[in-house]
């Protein structure tokens, strides 16, 4: 497989606004919006939540342009800012960042809510500082609540909704902690799947297990029956974690010898007159940078 080439430093560092210059204007229509009011009130209320992205000039040391963040950065000179945290973009690339860097998770947004309000912020001034419902808050302030903390730590940056989140307080720590790993290694992090994955508990691992299994359109059989598939899935997907390692070692030492093998004149000419689709196929495997 190809390796993904990172498109910035994965690090934050500390730049003094005077030393970045905005690649667009941001005129005073777009300080009206909803979405700069809310940047605004948040960014006075908690702090810069997400750093902003820039790229080195090339020809002035230590100052950079701003590939992402103009709105923040904006509201930051606003509220009379002089530093922001800002990540270092390393190709000069405008869509990196956005396409490679997912915005806040629900976990994260959790604990930055948390911090905020043992901080001493209210609950009631967060919610108009992030124009949220006043119960949206207070329900991420709790998301975490009868989660083991090493399946939150597993789900700390993932896309999953705060819906599957509360799903996983159904069933015993170690389960969360089960579920979390599998759908990491699926990289399915959809309420269905996470509903799937609860459904198919045994039920001595659910946190109440006199409680009947309920799901509208399915009956107490098709559940069992679901609960069955799924620990047949878990032993599969385990199978496969596991030798995982010892896979990857192999096709690296097949793919060492088929390029070494393509380094003979002799072998090469052979291949392509006599099986040249063998030939197409080892080059292609030869020419992956990496597995």
Do not use: W
Not at 146 to 165: T, V
Not at 217 to 225: L, V
Not at 279 to 291: G, L, Q, W
């Amino acid at each position: 497989m190809n390796e993904m080439k990172i498109g910035f430093e994965m690090r934050k560092i500390c730049l003094a606004l005077e030393d970045i210059s905005p690649m667009r204007q941001i005129k005073d229509l777009h300080k009206g919006i909803l979405r700069y009011k809310k940047i605004l009130g948040s960014i006075k209320e908690v702090g810069l939540v997400e750093p902003l992205v820039v790229y080195p000039q090339k020809d002035a040391p230590g100052k950079y342009l701003l590939k992402n963040g103009h709105l923040r950065y904006v509201a930051l000179k606003e509220l009379g800012k002089t530093s922001a945290d800002c990540i270092i973009a390393t190709d000069d690339e405008c869509y990196t960042y956005n396409a490679r860097v997912s915005r806040l998770s629900p976990i994260q947004e959790h604990r930055m809510i948390v911090k905020a309000v043992n901080d001493g912020v209210s609950p009631e001034r967060l919610a108009a500082a992030l124009n949220m419902p006043l119960h949206v808050v207070k329900a991420s302030m709790n998301l975490l609540n009868g989660i083991h903390d090493q399946a939150a730590e597993l789900l700390k940056d993932k896309n999953i909704s705060p819906q599957a989140i509360r799903l996983l307080k159904r069933v015993s720590g170690m389960r969360q902690i089960e579920i979390a790993e599998m759908m990491v290694t699926a990289n399915n992090f959809f309420t269905g799947y996470a509903e799937a994955l609860v459904l198919g508990t045994p039920k001595d691992q659910l946190v109440n297990p006199d409680e009947l299994k309920k799901k509208k359109g399915m009956s107490a059989e098709d559940i069992a029956r679901m609960e069955s598939e799924m620990e047949s899935l878990e032993r599969d997907l385990k199978a496969v974690t596991d030798n995982y390692t010892e896979n990857m070692f192999t096709l690296q030492t097949a793919q060492t010898y088929i390029k070494n093998l393509l380094k003979n004149a002799k072998v090469v000419r052979y291949l392509n007159v006599n099986h040249s689709e063998i030939f197409s196929e080892f080059e292609s495997i030869a020419a992956v940078e990496a597995m």
